[in-house]
């Protein structure tokens, strides 16, 4: 069972793909009678995601669920403070609490975060993922590490 805090980009991202070609149909919805073009595109969106395994296979303990919430605090924090991106929520379920990060830059993104997760001292089993492109992007490449090697 997952309970989600604030829903998730990746669970939208097929339907943000649609977004272009119902914009692009007139006001009475004909696609045959498009509008005019939008502005210029905005930049692919990256992602930071990352998996903390908890110590039981369903939702951790409260202790866990507090030290996480404090650590999304952090999290937050060190985004905004380096302009990185946004932080988006999370998911428990399944044994793992999944934070969601989005930006511009997966690097940079990261690089405001790492401090925050390596001090947090998270359990074997804790990765990371990056993801260099938007979630609809098939072609989005992705790299995963642990964080505790």
């Given amino acids: 069972m997952l309970l989600r805090r604030m ?7 097929a339907l943000l ?8 149909c007139s006001p009475d919805g004909d696609p045959g009678k498009p ?11 990256h992602a930071v995601i990352v998996h ?3 110590s039981n296979d369903r939702m951790g303990t409260e202790k866990e669920r507090k030290d996480l919430q404090a650590l999304e605090t952090r999290l ?5 403070a380096r302009q990185a991106g946004e932080f988006d929520g999370n998911e428990f379920g399944e044994g793992f609490c999944t934070l969601y990060m989005y930006g511009s830059d997966a690097n940079a993104l990261f690089a405001s975060v790492e401090p925050a997760l390596r001090a947090a001292n998270l359990p074997q089993g804790s990765y990371v993922i990056k993801r260099y492109g938007s979630a609809g992007d098939p072609k989005a490449r992705e790299e995963r590490f642990d964080l505790k090697p």
């Fill in 7 to 13: 829903p998730g980009r990746d669970e939208v991202g």
């Fill in 17 to 24: 793909l649609l977004l272009p070609a119902f914009l692009s």
């Fill in 35 to 45: 509008t005019k073009p939008s502005a210029a595109k905005k930049s692919p969106e």
């Fill in 76 to 80: 937050e924090t060190a985004i905004k």
């Fill in 52 to 54: 903390i395994k908890l």
